[in-house]
């Protein structure tokens, strides 16, 4: 599967923003999609994941209650909603896939990458 990050942007602390990534190929709902983050110098981190028939979810602690991850497979995409942008927030956006029934949280279990999308947040 390819997959194509878009919508990151600049916007001001307290914004909302939505990333989407969209899928190629026909077994779109094959796939756990996730979101991870990375900034300069730090190791990307685990920010959300959808189940495949979008029922599960699991977030990283920092982003429970702001961002929402959820997923059209008729459409082959994946979304993240990020409500009540903090600057600490900035970062590349990822998003990725795994051919599982599981969700997990590691880098290493994503065999599928996009190409990421840069979200600044100004304070």
């Known amino acids: 599967v390819q997959l194509q990050a878009s919508g990151g942007g600049l916007v001001q602390a307290g914004d909302s923003l939505r990333l989407s990534c969209a899928a190629s190929g026909r077994t779109f709902n094959s796939y756990v999609m996730a979101w991870f983050r990375q900034t300069p110098g730090k190791e990307r981190e685990f920010v959300a994941a959808i189940g495949r028939r979008a029922v599960s979810t699991y977030y990283a602690d920092f982003v429970k209650g702001r961002f929402t991850i959820s997923r059209d497979n008729a459409n082959n995409t994946v979304y993240l909603r990020m409500n009540n942008l903090k600057p600490e927030d900035t970062a590349v956006y990822y998003c990725?896939?795994?051919?599982?029934?599981?969700?997990?949280?590691?880098?290493?279990?994503?065999?599928?990458w996009g190409q990421g999308t840069l979200v600044t947040v100004s304070s």
């Open positions: 990725a896939a795994r051919i599982s029934e599981v969700i997990v949280t590691s880098t290493a279990t994503y065999g599928y």
